[in-house]
């Protein structure tokens, strides 16, 4: 995939002359035996600080989040306190606590949203701006914009269009409060979960887009005009050959998607704290760990629920890169 | 459509040129769609909160002022909270490009045994919700002793250190991955010449792939930064006291503290939105860059 960097970046600069150029064709790097003992050290160093800093800040976290779920520590006390209480914290989340299924629930749909709607909004895009008009960099740049902002930031613009009398749609529908026909956009909770979705939205299409417009100005402009000349339309020129040679593209765009779908926080939070029709899994570990009671072991086996989801994108993607690696 | 199978002559050139007059009317109408939040924005927080109230929030003003941007600036004491968020960004940004490049350099153009495995790790590692991590890791930044000079309070919780330290090691996954990637395209000969030359690792590392690695360095400075600049969560998280939150999660505390009416908010929001705008248009080039660079591995 080195020509997608090279479109963007500009590309390492060649170097002619080098020691054994043109030397045998095969993965030829330095092995460890020919280094000295300093520069082992040294190598060692380079790896083992990053490597400490993932696994301890990191890697760590997430193995405790895994074991903790099988306690009943309130997080007072000392280490000892803690007591393993089997399943019992899954059980609860299952059958009795109330905010879990809601929460589950608009994840998937937020997860459905970004992917049905989302993503191809930003692929349409991303295939109207590779056709290379006048003003293509203008139209990219203004489309982009929102990535830039922060989540927060996103919903402080967005609450400006969607509050009940102050807001620009209430205003412009020409609604108040008082009015029987009245939406509370954010308020009115069968309702709020699609108004953030639109504002979360506006940000992740443009995402999408940079991504697309990426993969699609490095297909090799021989496998289009080769279609065209066997007489297949726009259309399907699209659909039967570059779609399919956008699969890499598709796989990172695919995990970013549910990744970024699972990590939805911030804005709910902004909102109104992720109550009333916007309860997140995300919130729902943090309620349980900064709330009124710090329930330690609860809260872990909803982050645990996160992570099992999680998974299930990362492994994916790890799969597919081992695999293009080796090919 | 169905034109693309005749060959390009003088007749079929014209509906191309109506398809591409409708497409930038198109696109035009979506860019306005686009920006008309932020546009809304832009003009609530010129307008005074009395004129506003009076004549409705939809309606053409009389008076346009800095006013709104003047009280949310000067009331809310948002330099404070720039100033918080300089100390957690610039060392966050170079240490994490330091380490992340030392990582790449010696997993990309060494061969380990564990290369793949690291890789993997820092990868699928980088991909977590924060959310999956921070119970324990609340607990962690409560126990761990931190001695005075690094922190006032003996503790990661609650200290600039802190958030330097969390965001360092979730961002090195990222960094580590588009780095790796951008040195595999140098070419293997570079480590073989170094050597012949007599260079040592360090030198090889400092002097040879480094310089050949500033685009990438530079496009991921440029991400690092908002992204750094954007977190709400960790902050949210992981700090106390009010007086050092960073600037993006102190405006919510902000918001019902001193941003009364919307007027304000929109002008606050803005503030804190600028820089990242800024850096956005001036370095675009960068920012896609590195975003790309990331993605497009696969």
């Known amino acids: 995939m080195t020509q997608h960097v090279a479109e963007k970046m500009p590309p390492a600069p060649p170097i002619t002359g080098g020691a054994g150029a043109s030397a045998s064709p095969g993965r030829r790097r330095r092995r460890f035996s020919t280094l000295t003992r300093v520069d082992r050290l040294i190598l060692l160093g380079m790896v083992a600080i990053p490597t400490f800093l993932v696994v301890f800040f990191i890697l760590l976290p997430t193995i405790l989040s895994v074991v903790l779920s099988f306690t009943s520590w309130n997080g007072i006390g000392g280490i000892d306190r803690i007591k393993f209480n089997g399943l019992d914290n899954y059980v609860n989340l299952f059958t009795k606590y109330k905010p879990f299924w809601p929460a589950f629930t608009h994840n998937i749909l937020w997860l459905a949203f970004f992917i049905f709607v989302a993503t191809p909004i930003g692929l349409f895009l991303a295939v109207l701006l590779d056709k290379g008009m006048r003003g293509t960099r203008v139209y990219q740049s203004v489309l982009y914009m929102p990535v830039v902002l922060s989540l927060a930031i996103v919903g402080f613009i967005w609450q400006l269009q969607y509050s009940p009398d102050q807001g620009f749609l209430n205003n412009v529908l020409g609604t108040t409060s008082r009015d029987p026909g009245f939406i509370d956009w954010l308020g009115d909770k069968d309702i709020n979960l699609w108004a953030v979705l639109v504002a979360a939205s506006w940000r992740h299409i443009g995402y999408v887009m940079v991504l697309y417009l990426a993969g699609l100005k490095a297909v090799d402009p021989g496998l289009r005009e080769a279609a065209q000349i066997d007489g297949a339309n726009e259309r399907q020129t699209f659909f039967r050959v570059v779609f399919p040679v956008l699969r890499p593209i598709n796989v990172v765009v695919l995990v970013i998607t549910v990744i970024e779908s699972l990590r939805a926080f911030d804005i709910a939070y902004i909102i109104n704290r992720g109550k009333n029709g916007l309860e997140l899994l995300s919130i729902l570990v943090t309620n349980n760990l900064i709330g009124e009671a710090s329930l330690i072991g609860f809260g872990s086996s909803i982050a645990v629920i996160l992570l099992l989801i999680s998974l299930g994108p990362i492994v994916y993607f790890l799969v597919r890169s081992v695999r293009e690696e080796a090919t | ?298």
């Open chain 2, 1 to 298: 459509m169905s034109a693309a199978t005749q060959p390009p002559q003088g007749h079929t050139r014209k509906p191309r040129d109506w398809n591409r007059t409708f497409l930038h009317v198109f696109l035009i109408a979506i860019c306005i769609v686009w920006l008309f939040p932020l546009l809304w924005t832009v003009y609530q927080s010129l307008r005074p909160y009395a004129e506003t109230s009076s004549k409705g929030f939809v309606s053409l003003p009389d008076t346009l002022t800095l006013d709104n941007y003047a009280n949310a600036w000067n009331k809310a004491e948002l330099a404070r909270y720039f100033l918080n968020t300089l100390v957690i960004v610039v060392p966050a940004v170079v240490i994490v490009l330091f380490l992340a490049s030392m990582m790449a350099f010696a997993v990309s153009r060494y061969s380990w045994r564990f290369n793949l495995v690291l890789l993997m790790l820092f990868t699928a590692l980088n991909l977590l919700p924060p959310q999956v991590i921070i119970t324990p890791l609340f607990r962690m930044y409560l126990s761990i002793p931190i001695f005075p000079p690094l922190s006032d309070n003996g503790l990661l919780y609650d200290q600039y250190l802190g958030m330097i330290v969390i965001h360092v090691a979730f961002q090195l996954g990222f960094c580590t991955f588009v780095l790796s990637n951008y040195m595999k395209t140098l070419p293997k000969e570079l480590n073989e010449a170094a050597v012949v030359d007599g260079a040592s690792v360090w030198t090889t590392y400092s002097r040879v792939i480094m310089p050949l690695t500033k685009p990438a360095l530079a496009a991921l400075a440029t991400l690092e930064f908002t992204f750094i600049y954007n977190d709400f969560f960790w902050a949210l998280m992981l700090m106390r006291t009010g007086a050092k939150y960073p600037i993006t999660s102190a405006l919510n505390n902000l918001k019902g503290q001193f941003f009364v009416d919307n007027n304000l908010v929109a002008a606050g929001a803005l503030i804190v939105a600028l820089p990242t705008l800024v850096v956005y248009l001036v370095l675009q080039r960068q920012f896609i860059g590195g975003l790309t660079l990331g993605s497009t591995k696969g």
